[in-house]
């Protein structure tokens, strides 16, 4: 169907009015581009900056999806402001293109003005302040450049730290201006000096810098560790990086690197070495991006699994690896950025979040956070995909989690034709009369990736290719259409679907799918599933109460949520129930990096998390053999 | 005169009775080697210990020295316990040596029974205990490593140093005796969480080593450093270890070595790094001759001036050496070993006394507090002598302080045959009809140290070789007596004195005293002599009200205070009102080192001590330039 579509460039000018004819169902930013219009989308249409931005003018406007919620805040998402890569046009719509934002208008996850609304403020905890600091004159003076220092902010002598004092006394006497002093104030509520509590003073610097104000949200996976860069005052993402974890030479998987390094102090300083560094080559990029400078960093905000988090700060992780894989610390930790050797501000405070469990770490907690998972009355479900996956259940009431460690089969690791989610990899599939494909950056296919491989699996099993044992049915290929019987067979012992033969969608080689690869897949989808399912269990509540399914993980945004259900990765709800909720855990950290209330509210989630391990669970068993298996249809 | 002294080894034993005559005014423990008793001296005689301890069993007991107080507390010392090294023999005497000393029996400086008296238990603040963790058993858990320790021991986790986590895993699971939990509870009053308040958990070990819980004092001297590790349970000296700093080859003296950090941050590092490295190299040896392991080590506190205090922090002493000679901080500062790069446990706590001002350090801080300076009703001087000494007046009243910058030709620099008081100086000299020397070690001289310079220009102004002006009279030799006579001469420009001919004194060369010799202890002599007669002017009291002078310092030990009195190094005050107390700083550090009670005094003293610059005063140059003669007899 296609609908009516108006943008308007300025409202003011009639000239700049274009009105484009478009497929409903398109987003509003790929029908301004395929109309010719220019708008703006500086993260990449992928709802992670307001340059997008459009104003409803006309038409209904729809509910705001969580990144409109994030990036814009309450005020404009009731104005009827929305992320244009995020919203789709389904009836005739007219709407006005990057409407100027007012200054200071931000809020992060804006609230209704009632009691309960999840109104959150900007404040990062890091407040600049030009001071003139008064230096005695007279040799009888009783005092020290410290002490002036202390009393002109109001802190005490001991509140200023350690590496501030190295460069303070040119600092007070360069500038007639006077000194910019940059303080932290903690609003985390647990924990006492050691975590940060009070006024500090993390920087000193000459002259008058009170607009340089920038922090860090870092997301370190077992996989990839992504970190962005925000200016605290507005809460404008500046730049974004990612990498993969350069711990995974050492092992792919957590207990694989957690083994790497057991009762092995020189290897568990490779880990500790390892990520330290690709932190600061983070650094160094999203600085050279952004044109900030390093020391204009105050804070940073990490989020990661229990063994990341152990071994970012060089703690043994042994025994998060051994039975009843115990933690060694979970409480919020404040250090500063010289402890860690992270190359930005020496002071700046790096705040790392709780964790709950050896297996459910700092990011489930800021998934739970920035997915309001403990504040809704509904029941909600969030499942973080990934190497080492949680699922999370809740309401207001209770709040349960578990690990769901997928491995690395949905990332296309251990899978014959598998491959990351980069340029050349399958990642959709439709099977109808034979195979289609569509790859990512439409160039010749050269693998499949995780989305890729659930859509396969799904086409497979609604065709008959696999069985709900998740067998290639090579006994049965002469049932099938002709197209795909041909690409059903035995390679000796092995039963093989050819997805792709050489030419065919440009792959160069053939792109099969093992028998062995299914059940690859089957066991990363099962331990969703059956954490999913364990949970549901434990909180004795039926599917049908769940009131919605987020979706979070880089992973999770590229899925298909039908081919999900299909194969029993999610459970079978409405599809209006399932939504993508982006990278949740680094979501969480930027909403901790932004304000100090939301750090704190962060340590009570993490308190209010009930942990279930689902090994020591008597019923696991059965629960994970049905998860394994394919819903049958 | 002679006088007899009976030594007792076991007094329940007859035989081992031992009567010896000896010369009045010889020390007990010298007494005792001379005849032939075995003695133990383990400082070697020096004060620092308690081996050589004797009880009087008849005889009059003398007062107890400071030495006495600090080594063998006020109980031991009303029970007529004394040190032998310190105690010369006047009248006769009985004493038994070595009484056991009854465990814990030990206090510092310890107090009489009544109001103001100065009792101090030993205190460290560091705890051990022997403590068994529970740990979870069941996967469904909800605790960490680090919670159950810190609920075993009763404090927050955050409590808890950074450090200890590294280990604790393994710790808590390798022996089932438990493990060995080592606290700091701070005495100090000022200052809050970063000053090191609270009860801190320093060190976690396997298995039970309640039993080893060791210190380090440490006075940081521009010229010298010394290192003493202590037990803490009963404050016995185990091992101690003194060396140049080895800074002083950037420049000798605190102006020259401002100099060279000022405005450049590698040298300044250099100057860091040299004494970081030293205090290591010290850790190792009082360690290797105690067989203490550092890992025991969990406290040590530091003294120094003001600007071995910034290089040590690494800080930037640049403004020390401008006017107004500006400190960057000056309050107690407690930081973690490894902060510091201090190999001793790495969240030991080092404790720096504070500051008063640019040229009053804590140095100064610990004299006064070693001393009792603002203790006592009556009116007493300490003189620390050294390259940059430091004088103190006061009473329970007032306190005040200032720096006297004696240079190093006390030390023996910048004298032509000046040297260091090692094997071969000269160390006395009396002249009478012609010049008598003692070399230390009684081996051919070398050269001449301060000591011996002091006694030889006392000597030499009595003779009227000298005028008080500072001259040599080389035109009055003729009035001299022969032998003196022939040692006064005109070298070309230079007025020379011949201290000793080659041969004379086992000299292989002749040592010489010249014009600008006298010169240079004219200006050493003169900073201490009108540090201190402008503290007496500030404060306006009179010499007579002065009750007590104390020479501090290694040098002081050394000197001769009738000879110092007479080249007016120290005011006319009868001898029985000077007396020696030894590296008051480093007992000083000793003190807070073995009292936390002890350190939170020396914060009080800090504040109360009332800095006076002499530069800055209108009538300094009157007094420097009075001070720089010698008196007129």
Chains 1, 2 share one sequence.
């Not at 395929?34 to 990449?44: E, I, P, Q, R």
Request: with cysteine; net charge negative.
């Amino acid at each position: 169907m296609a609908v009516s579509l108006v943008i308007l460039t300025d409202p003011g000018d009639a000239r700049t009015r274009r009105e484009l004819t478009v497929a409903a169902g398109t987003s509003i930013l790929k029908a301004a581009h395929d109309g010719g219009v220019d708008v703006t989308a500086t993260c990449g249409g992928r709802g992670r900056c307001t340059s997008c931005r459009v104003k409803f003018v006309e038409g209904t406007i729809p509910p705001p999806t969580i990144m409109d919620e994030i990036q814009l805040g309450d005020d404009l998402v009731r104005e009827g402001y929305r992320l244009s890569c995020q919203c789709t046009v389904t009836e005739p719509i007219t709407v006005q293109v990057a409407p100027p934002l007012e200054e200071r208008a931000f809020q992060i996850l804006g609230a209704g003005p009632g009691v309960g609304g999840l109104g959150v403020r900007i404040d990062a905890g890091i407040a600049k302040e030009l001071v003139k600091v008064s230096l005695p004159r007279e040799e009888h003076h009783q005092t020290s450049d410290l002490e002036q220092l202390a009393a002109a902010v109001g802190v005490a002598p001991e509140s200023v730290g350690p590496s501030v004092l190295v460069g303070l006394p040119q600092a007070l006497r360069d500038d007639p201006a006077g000194v910019t002093v940059t303080t932290f104030t903690s609003g985390s509520t647990s924990g006492g000096a050691a975590a940060g509590a009070g006024r500090t003073v993390v920087a000193v610097e000459r002259g008058d810098t009170t607009a340089m104000k920038f922090g860090l949200a870092i997301d370190v996976g077992t996989t990839s560790v992504v970190t962005t860069l925000i200016e605290l005052e507005s809460g404008e993402q500046l730049a974004s990086v990612s990498s993969l974890n350069p711990q995974a030479v050492f092992g792919g998987d957590l207990m694989s690197r957690i083994a790497f390094a057991q009762f092995n102090p020189i290897n568990l300083r490779k880990l500790h070495t390892r990520i330290v560094g690709l932190l600061n080559q983070h650094v160094a990029e999203v600085c050279r991006a952004s044109g900030v400078l390093p020391k204009w960093i105050y804070k940073a905000v990490v989020v990661g699994n229990t063994c990341m988090h152990h071994l970012l700060l060089g703690i043994d992780p042994s025994h998060v690896g051994l039975a009843p894989y115990a933690p060694v610390m979970r409480h919020a930790a404040v250090l500063p950025a010289r402890e860690l050797l992270l190359k930005i501000a020496p002071e700046a405070r790096v705040c790392l979040l709780p964790l709950v469990a050896g297996f459910v770490g700092a990011d489930a907690v800021a998934v739970a956070l920035a997915t309001r998972l403990a504040d809704s009355p509904a029941l909600r479900v969030a499942v973080d995909i990934g190497t080492n996956g949680e699922v999370l259940l809740g309401s207001r009431e209770r709040l349960f989690a578990c690990s769901a460690p997928a491995g690395p089969a949905l990332e296309g690791a251990q899978i014959r034709h598998g491959m990351r989610g980069a340029q050349g990899a399958v990642d959709r599939v439709t099977i109808d009369a034979d195979v289609r494909v569509h790859t990512i950056g439409e160039t010749p296919a050269l693998g499949i990736c995780g989305s890729g491989l659930i859509d396969l699996l799904a086409g497979l099993l609604d065709a008959g290719v696999i069985d709900w044992t998740g067998l290639i049915r090579v006994e049965a290929r002469d049932s099938l259409p002709p197209a795909l019987r041909d690409r059903v067979a035995m390679r000796g012992e092995e039963r093989v679907f050819t997805v792709l033969r050489p030419g065919e969608a440009g792959a160069r080689a053939e792109i099969v799918l093992t028998q062995d690869d299914v059940r690859q897949v089957q066991l990363a989808k099962g331990a969703i599933a059956s954490g999913i399912a364990m949970l549901l269990h434990v909180a004795a509540v039926p599917l049908v109460r769940v009131e919605e399914l987020m979706l979070a993980g880089g992973f999770g945004n590229y899925l298909s949520i039908a081919s999900a259900i299909r194969i029993g990765l999610i459970p079978a709800l409405p599809l209006s129930r399932v939504r993508y909720v982006g990278n949740a855990a680094s979501l969480g950290a930027q909403l901790c990096l932004l304000s100090e209330a939301e750090r704190a509210r962060a340590d009570a989630i993490a308190s209010r998390i009930e942990h279930v391990s689902l090994a020591a669970h008597p019923d696991f068993e059965q629960i994970f053999v049905d998860a394994m298996n394919f819903p049958r249809d």
